[in-house]
C-alpha cells in the first residue's frame, strides 16, 4: 500500500455532532525502533508485544464549527486543561490533515487519561496517540459504511504512527510487527501488522512486570534520540542487526526457544542504550539501580535456570518479562530482591494483551 491508499473519498453529509471513546495499550518492543527518515519511516523494522493494563482512555466530543483551514480543539488530561500538550496534538493534526479532512470542520474536546500513574516514566505517546487515532478514525466510519474492520485497523495504526511511531504497534494485539522485512512479505513502513507466522504458545501469556527505576522526566526525548542516529557511527551496522534479530525470531517464537529470545530481547535492549551512549552528543538514561536489576536477573537466572529476562524502554525503568508458567516464582524474586530498587518501591503488573478497544457507541 502507499499512502494515496488512506486518503478518503469526499464526504457527502457531515453529522453536526457526535462522541467516541476508545482506550489503547501501551506497547514494549522486543526489537527496536531507534532511527527515522522522513514522514515518520522506520530506519529498521521492530516488533513488539501489545500490553495490556497499561493503556490510555481518550474520548471526543465533536461540535460542527464554521469551514476554516484552522484545527479547534480542547484538552483535558484527567478533568483538567493540559495546555502543554496541544502543540503535539496541533502537529499531529497538521500531519493527518490530508488523510482524515474533516479535521478543520469540528471543534474537538479531547479527554484523556492514562491507567499509569503521572509521572511514572512511562512513555504514554504509544497509547495516547493510538487512543486519539482510534477516536478520529472512528468519527470518519459513520461517514463511509465501507470502510471495515481490517481497513479501519491500517488505517489506524498509519494515523498513530504519524503522531508517534510506536503508537502503531498500539492499535491491535499481541505480537505487532512494524517496518519493511524482506522476510515478512506483508510488512510496511506505514503500519504494524499482526505478527504473521507461528508463535508457540509459551509466548500466548508473557507477564511484563514494569520496575518504575526513575519516575522522572528523562533528559533526552525519545524523538531526539532518533534524530541522533542521523551521522551515528554504528547506525547502518544497527539497522542490519535489527533485519537480522527479526530474521533469527521467526524460528525462536515458532519452537518457543526461549533462550534464544532471551539472548535477544535483552542483546536488543542493551544496544539501544548502546546507540544513545555513543551517539553525539551522548546521553545515558540507565540509572544505577537499572544496572543492579539487571545484575541480579542475570544472577537469578543462572542459578535458578528461570527463564526470565530484561529489556528496557528509552529510560531507566526495567520491563522483566516471564512466561506465565513462572509467574509465582517471578514475583516472588521480583518482590524479594528487585522492588528495593524501584523508586517508592513503585512497579507495574502488566502482560501482553488483544489491543484497543472501543467504549461508548458514536452518539451522532
Ligand atoms: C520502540 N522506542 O521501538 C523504541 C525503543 C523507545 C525505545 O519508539 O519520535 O515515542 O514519537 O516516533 O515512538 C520511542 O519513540 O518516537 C520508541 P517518535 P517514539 O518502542
Not at 474536546?109 to 499509569?116: D, V
Request: glycine share 4%; net charge neutral.
Amino acid at each position: 500500500m502507499n499512502p494515496k491508499d488512506f486518503l478518503p473519498n469526499p464526504y457527502r453529509d457531515l453529522p453536526a455532532e457526535g462522541k467516541v471513546a476508545w482506550k489503547a495499550p501501551s506497547n514494549i518492543a522486543l526489537v527496536k525502533y531507534w532511527g527515522k527518515k522522513a514522514n515518520q519511516i522506520p530506519a529498521n523494522p521492530s516488533i513488539s508485544f501489545t500490553l495490556d493494563a497499561c493503556a490510555t482512555t481518550t474520548s471526543i466530543v465533536y461540535s460542527r464549527k464554521e469551514e476554516s483551514s484552522q484545527f479547534s480543539f480542547d484538552l483535558l488530561l484527567d478533568g483538567r486543561p493540559k495546555d502543554d500538550f496541544k502543540p503535539k496534538i496541533q502537529t499531529f493534526f497538521e500531519r493527518i490533515v490530508d488523510y482524515v479532512p474533516f479535521l478543520t470542520s469540528y471543534h474537538f474536546k479531547i479527554e484523556t487519561s492514562n491507567s499509569f500513574p503521572h509521572s511514572s516514566g512511562i512513555a504514554s505517546s504509544a497509547s495516547g496517540m493510538a487512543a486519539l487515532a482510534l477516536c478520529l478514525l472512528d468519527i470518519e466510519r459513520k461517514l463511509d459504511a465501507k470502510m471495515d474492520d481490517v481497513f479501519f485497523n491500517k488505517k489506524a495504526s498509519f494515523l498513530a504512527r504519524l503522531g508517534s511511531g510506536s503508537a502503531c504497534r498500539s492499535i491491535e494485539g499481541d505480537l505487532i510487527q512494524w517496518g519493511i522485512h524482506q522476510e515478512i512479505p506483508t510488512s510496511s513502513d506505514l503500519f504494524g501488522i499482526k505478527y504473521p507466522f507461528d508463535v508457540d504458545s509459551v509466548f500466548n501469556n508473557f507477564h511484563d512486570t514494569i520496575l518504575l527505576v526513575h519516575k522522572g522526566e528523562k533528559q533526552v526525548s525519545s524523538t531526539v534520540g532518533h534524530n541522533l542516529m542521523h551521522d551515528h557511527p554504528y547506525a547502518a551496522r544497527r539497522f542490519q542487526q535489527a533485519h537480522d534479530n527479526l530474521n533469527k525470531l521467526k524460528e525462536v517464537f515458532s519452537k518457543g526457544d526461549l533462550e534464544s529470545f532471551i539472548q535477544i530481547v535483552e542483546s536488543e535492549a542493551l544496544t539501544l542504550h548502546a546507540m544513545m551512549m555513543t551517539s553525539n552528543p551522548y546521553f545515558i538514561l540507565m540509572k544505577p539501580d537499572t544496572l543492579e536489576i539487571i545484575n541480579k536477573i542475570w544472577v537469578y537466572r543462572k542459578e535458578t535456570k528461570t527463564p526470565i529476562c530484561f529489556t528496557l524502554d528509552a529510560g531507566a525503568n526495567v520491563h522483566v518479562l516471564y512466561p506465565k508458567s513462572v509467574k509465582e516464582k517471578a514475583i516472588q524474586f521480583i518482590q524479594n530482591e528487585l522492588v528495593a530498587h524501584c523508586e517508592n518501591g513503585h512497579y507495574i503488573c502488566d502482560r501482553i494483551g488483544k489491543g484497543a478497544r472501543k467504549l461508548v457507541e458514536n452518539t451522532q
